[in-house]
């Protein structure tokens, strides 16, 4: 999957005005137990790793300059940042057990190239939908219908009760919104009566008395979801939410519940398939 990715963003960009065949990149170590900071001269929109052995976060919701490299022992491999001017900086990644540096301020002049203008999103769409939160009129449906026909995965993210499976097939970004591809089988012999899914932030509160409180995340568009299962049928569907991030103490929870009965799945997701989807 990692290899597929890198090669997709590759085919969108391009530097121009320079011989990319004949830049020598830069290589930066980094290890599991310390971060190594990059802090780029304009803000980051975009960071690709080419090895799940790499992990660079940076915040998503608000851009910013910094960004935060950890690996594990791996194979080299290597790492791409887009700003949200358009500059393209690319460096080779490798772990290292022992670091002697841990910050990077990048110059200007490291960029490869920018990228191309006359870039095109490689699937077209036509027509409009209303999200229900205002925002300017997006084709979700047609973007959702083509996530269900490709059928690519994220993990194994499953839960199951009494014969009904809940899974998250994929959680997708594209054009500031995560596409959550869901997925329910009935191996019950009763038909399930949807009522609703909801997803929603997990953080637990400090203090002498932890509690845990949830944020529920309202979507901007469902598509194809179903309102019964029959016994040994599988559906898929899709949820749209804006664009978030979570931190390491939190969790993203999905709830399904049954209308008149009590087969209620809970499903937990690590902040790892939100923070790095595809």
Request: charged residues 25%.
């Amino acid at each position: 999957m990692y290899a597929s990715v890198w090669m997709m963003v590759l085919s969108c960009y391009s530097a121009r005005g320079q011989n990319q065949n004949a830049i020598q990149l830069d290589t930066i170590y980094a290890n599991d137990y310390t971060n190594v900071a990059l802090f780029f001269p304009e803000s980051i929109r975009q960071g690709i790793v080419g090895s799940k052995d790499f992990v660079f976060s940076f915040n998503r919701d608000e851009a910013q300059h910094l960004g935060l490299l950890q690996a594990k022992p791996g194979r080299p491999s290597n790492l791409l940042v887009i700003s949200t001017t358009g500059s393209v900086f690319s460096y080779l990644v490798m772990y290292k057990e022992s670091i002697n540096r841990y910050t990077y301020f990048v110059d200007p002049q490291e960029r490869i190239g920018t990228e191309t203008s006359n870039y095109s999103n490689p699937i077209h769409f036509s027509g409009e939908v209303k999200t229900s939160s205002g925002t300017p009129p997006f084709p979700y449906d047609r973007y959702c219908e083509y996530l269900i026909q490709k059928k690519q995965k994220i993990g194994r993210l499953k839960t199951r009760n009494q014969g009904i499976i809940l899974s998250v097939e994929n959680i997708v970004f594209h054009k500031d919104a995560l596409y959550f591809v869901m997925e329910i089988e009935n191996r019950s012999g009763l038909d399930y009566d949807f009522n609703y899914m909801s997803l929603s932030n997990q953080t637990r509160l400090k203090g002498k008395r932890k509690s845990m409180q949830k944020l529920p995340k309202e979507p901007l568009f469902t598509h194809q979801v179903p309102k019964k299962i029959i016994p040994g049928e599988v559906k898929r569907f899709v949820y749209v939410v804006p664009k978030f991030s979570l931190s390491r103490d939190r969790r993203l929870i999905v709830d399904l519940v049954e209308a008149q009965g009590e087969r209620v799945l809970k499903l937990k997701i690590n902040p790892k398939y939100i923070n790095y989807p595809n």
